[in-house]
């Protein structure tokens, strides 16, 4: 699978993005992560985490304490004012969506982490939506990675290892995989049907910017952050296959 179209703007023209997306160099690997905006300085939070996915996909709880010792390095705490030290230990947050192709594009491994979503798709039709599938489901607090230890206590490699799918893509005829984060997906399954042609159909940036605006005005998205990256199978397979 190869990236072929990513699009992102921020919930409001010249404010923060804090989300992230990143390919690696490897084909067939990407990370998305929506960094949650009432955290101390969640971009930052959400661009190591994509780094750390695209260098190693086994996300187990080593992975993580590595991940937040890095973010945790950026800061000089002692010499923050009393209100800034009180947002940085409460820690940041975000989201970690990443695939993983295999090299004979048989199948990618999913591993979602909170509300942003990986959508399957075959000849425009909706195969699978991980890790959420109805709309309601982004009604509810999502459990997130955080820099904060304590916060990260929730997590085990085995809750970590729970968050991660297989999914067979060898018999889909046309797969895509979109990955999106959680104002899009909301907005997708409330009419996956229809909406996901909307997504497939988009071709530039300008197009995008301009779906995702109409749609806030219209009040059928909510207005946040949003990405969206559209991934295809490659049409040559690798010499060793």
Partial sequence: MRVTRQFSIPKRPGEANEDRA?????????????GASVSFDPGTWAQIL?????????????????????????????????????AFDRGSFATLLGIATTPDQRSIKVTAVGDSLCVVADSQQLVASIPLLDPSD??????????????????????????????DIAGLSDPKVLLMTDAIGKWLLEDRDDRLNVLLGLNSEEEFSQFVE????????????????????????????
């Fill in 22 to 34: 990143l390919s690696s160099v490897a084909p067939g690997i990407l990370a998305v992560s929506d």
């Fill in 138 to 167: 982004f009604e509810k607090s999502p459990t997130l990675l955080s820099t904060s230890y304590a916060e990260n206590q929730v997590w085990t490699d085995e809750t970590l290892d729970d968050c991660k799918r297989d999914i």
């Fill in 50 to 86: 994509v780094e750390h996915f695209t260098a190693d996909q086994n996300v187990t709880v080593e992975w993580l304490t590595s991940a937040a010792n890095e973010y945790r390095a950026k800061y000089d705490r002692e010499n923050m004012e009393w209100m800034l030290q009180a």
């Fill in 214 to 241: 109409l749609e806030r005005t219209e009040q059928r998205m909510r207005r946040d952050d949003s990405t969206l990256v559209i991934l295809e199978r490659a049409r040559e397979l690798p010499a060793d296959h």
